[in-house]
């Protein structure tokens, strides 16, 4: 069933990219309005499973995994995410805007609390730094992909010399 529930995602998120570079290579404006909505959707839709951290044990260790890893906290305002959205945090912080979620010490010690009053928290939130994350592996791949087409184009052009050449 999960493997179904994967390959249906990668599908769509296939077609939906396929579609936003379809819609810019032929300067199509409904198209790139249809590709970018559905990806403004998908980020809405994720973004409102923000409220069931406690609830939903897969998103709960996937949020404290982004903000130990980008040493961040909330998603915009930082810890105040979590105060303002959250009634039920009010003053507390998830353990993973102070703690490393992996250390087992750290995590079951009940006696060490996570709060707005600790200058231990993360201050910013993870919208920026995963911006940043993202910008960083957007400029790996094109940079990989300029040096795979460079390649291709030093063989095209070796390959045209040899055509003339034998001719």
């Given amino acids: 069933m999960f ?19 379809w819609a810019a290579n032929r300067e199509n ?22 409220p069931y951290y406690q609830d939903d044990e897969p ?8 903000q130990w890893h980008f040493a961040c906290c909330g998603w915009e305002k930082g810890a ?5 959205n959250f009634r039920k945090y009010k003053n507390e912080l998830p353990r993973s805007c102070c703690f490393d979620p992996e250390d087992e010490n750290e ?3 009940e006696d060490k609390l996570c709060t707005m009053k600790n200058e231990e928290h993360f201050k910013k939130g993870c919208a920026i730094e995963f911006e940043k994350q993202f910008l960083i592996i957007i400029l790996i791949i094109f940079g990989c992909l300029t040096a795979v087409a460079l ?17």
């Fill in 3 to 21: 493997s179904v529930m994967v390959i249906a995602s990668g599908s769509l998120t296939f077609l939906i990219s396929w579609l936003g570079c």
């Fill in 29 to 50: 404006q409904f198209l790139l309005y249809t590709s970018s909505g559905a990806v403004r959707e998908e980020v809405i839709k994720s973004m409102k499973k923000y």
């Fill in 59 to 66: 998103l709960k260790i996937a949020i404290d995994k982004m």
């Fill in 80 to 84: 105040e995410d979590w105060k303002e």
């Fill in 107 to 109: 995590m079951r010690n």
């Fill in 151 to 167: 390649i291709q184009f030093t063989a095209a052009c070796f390959a045209w010399m040899l055509g003339s050449a034998i001719a």
